[in-house]
């Protein structure tokens, strides 16, 4: 049972009580519902396809583009409820959950689900790569289809 350490851990870090003595099955729900939104997929969307790709300050055209991202929670009918959060430059569309073999949940689970800063059981949370960003967003090291070649700092050096 990784999980069930992996919770246990994540309260300790957190600074929360953890009660060794106490009924371990219904401890470990309890923290799951508070700390983990269990497991979530990344999804990715494709855009800017020939003749309409993206051009950069450089007159250089990107695409197609490739952006990874994760949603958490449902979108409402009025569809009124959606949050778009962005990664600082380390980051990824990881934010909360987990992954199938992850030992660590996202990087802001603490403040994405239920009764979080940004509560799933309210919000629809969408968090997408950056473009330029690694992990399934188009970056410097996906193929552009016109070279055969990576971007390379053709990414890096040019600003949309």
């Known amino acids: 049972m ?3 350490n ?5 309260v ?5 009580p953890f009660n060794r003595s106490a009924d371990i099955p219904e401890q470990i729900f309890v923290l799951e519902k508070n700390y983990c ?4 997929k990344t999804n990715y969307f494709q855009l ?10 450089n007159g250089e055209k990107l ?5 990874a991202y994760e949603t958490y929670g449902q979108l409402n009918q009025q569809r009124s409820n959606a949050v778009l959060i962005l990664h600082a430059l380390t980051g990824d569309a990881h934010a909360a959950g987990l992954h199938k073999g992850d030992e660590k949940p996202g990087w802001w689970d603490d403040m994405i689900g239920p009764g979080k800063a940004f509560d799933t059981d ?7 790569n950056v473009l330029g960003g690694c ?3 188009t970056g410097p090291s996906s193929v552009n289809p016109g070279t055969g070649k990576p971007y390379g700092l053709m990414i890096g050096k040019s600003r949309p």
């Open 2 to 4: 990784p999980e069930v």
């Open 6 to 10: 992996l919770i246990a851990k994540r």
């Open 12 to 16: 300790k870090r957190a600074g929360q």
């Open 37 to 40: 939104l269990g497991m979530v």
């Open 48 to 57: 800017a396809f020939p003749p309409n790709e993206l051009i950069l300050e």
């Open 63 to 67: 695409g197609p583009i490739t952006i």
């Open 122 to 128: 309210k919000y629809f949370v969408i968090c997408s």
């Open 135 to 137: 992990r399934g967003t």
